[in-house]
C-alpha cells in the first residue's frame, strides 16, 4: 500500500520555467490537496478537489493549475516559476471529514 | 484570514514535562480537529484528532482537550521523551466540502 506518492523528491527550475508536481494515492480518496509549506507560514492551501473533475482555489492559487481526470491522480503544474514559489509542497488525500494522508513532500526551488 | 490560530510558535520541555500547545478557531461550523506531527524531512502524520461531540480524547501519552463554547483546542503532552520533539499543527475542517485548515505550527524540542 503506497498512499500518497509524490515525484519528483527535490526540483530546481529556474524563473520562467514550467513544471509540473504529480501526486498518485491508491486509497480511493475523493478528497485531494496541494499545500505549500513555509516557514513560520505552516501549511497554506494551493488548490484542492473533491472529486474527478472537481477542482477548486485555496488561500494561494495564484501560479498554479490543477486538474484531476482520475480519482488517483492530482497533478500540480506551475505556470512561469518564480523565486516566491520556492518553498516545499505536500499533497494530500482523504475521505471527507477525516484523517488526511500526507505524501513525503517536494522541495522546490526557483533561481 | 487566519482560520486557526496557533500558539506558541516554539517551545522548549524538559524530559518528563508536559508540552501544551494551543488553538483557536472562529468558524463555528468547523467539527472535525485533528493534531498532526511532523519531522523534519517527512510529511505532516496525524497523531489524534477529536470531534465536538467530546471534551477530551485521550490516546497513549498525547490528550487534545475541546471547549467548544471557547472555540478552543489544546494538545497535551505527558511524560515528554526526546523523541516527541518535531513540528506540531493544529488544524480544523467542517463536513462541507471544506478541506484541511492548518495553524501556523509549533516547533517542540524536548531536553533532556
Known amino acids: 500500500n503506497a498512499g500518497v506518492t509524490q515525484t519528483p523528491k527535490f526540483q530546481v527550475l529556474k524563473t520562467g520555467q514550467s513544471m509540473t508536481l504529480q501526486c498518485a494515492q491508491d486509497?480511493?480518496?475523493?478528497?485531494m490537496s496541494w499545500y505549500r509549506q513555509d516557514p513560520g507560514m505552516g501549511l497554506r492551501l494551493i488548490h484542492y478537489?473533491?472529486?474527478?473533475?472537481?477542482?477548486d482555489q485555496g488561500e494561494v492559487p495564484n501560479g498554479y493549475n490543477v486538474s484531476r481526470s482520475t480519482t488517483e491522480d492530482f497533478p500540480l503544474r506551475l505556470l512561469s516559476a518564480a523565486p516566491s514559489q520556492t518553498s516545499v509542497y505536500f499533497c494530500?488525500?482523504?475521505?471527507?471529514?477525516?484523517?488526511?494522508?500526507f505524501g513525503q513532500g517536494t522541495r522546490l526551488t526557483v533561481v | 484570514q487566519q482560520q486557526v490560530k496557533q500558539s506558541p510558535q516554539s517551545l522548549i520541555v524538559q524530559k518528563g514535562g508536559i508540552s501544551i500547545i494551543n488553538c483557536a478557531y472562529e468558524?463555528?461550523?468547523?467539527?472535525?480537529f485533528p493534531w498532526y506531527q511532523q519531522f523534519p524531512g517527512k510529511g505532516p502524520a496525524l497523531l489524534i484528532a477529536i470531534r465536538p461531540d467530546v471534551s477530551e480524547k485521550k490516546e497513549g501519552r498525547f490528550t487534545i482537550s475541546f471547549n467548544k463554547s471557547a472555540k478552543q483546542f489544546s494538545l497535551h503532552i505527558m511524560d515528554s521523551q526526546p523523541g516527541d520533539s518535531a513540528t506540531y499543527f493544529c488544524?480544523?475542517?467542517?463536513?462541507?466540502?471544506?478541506?484541511?485548515?492548518f495553524g501556523k505550527g509549533t516547533r517542540l524540542s524536548v531536553i533532556a
Open positions: 488544524a480544523a475542517s467542517s463536513a462541507g466540502n471544506t478541506p484541511l485548515v
Open positions: 478537489s473533491v472529486g474527478a473533475g472537481i477542482t
Open positions: 486509497m480511493n480518496h475523493e478528497y
Open positions: 468558524n463555528t461550523a468547523f467539527d472535525y
Open positions: 494530500a488525500s482523504s475521505f471527507l471529514n477525516t484523517e488526511a494522508f
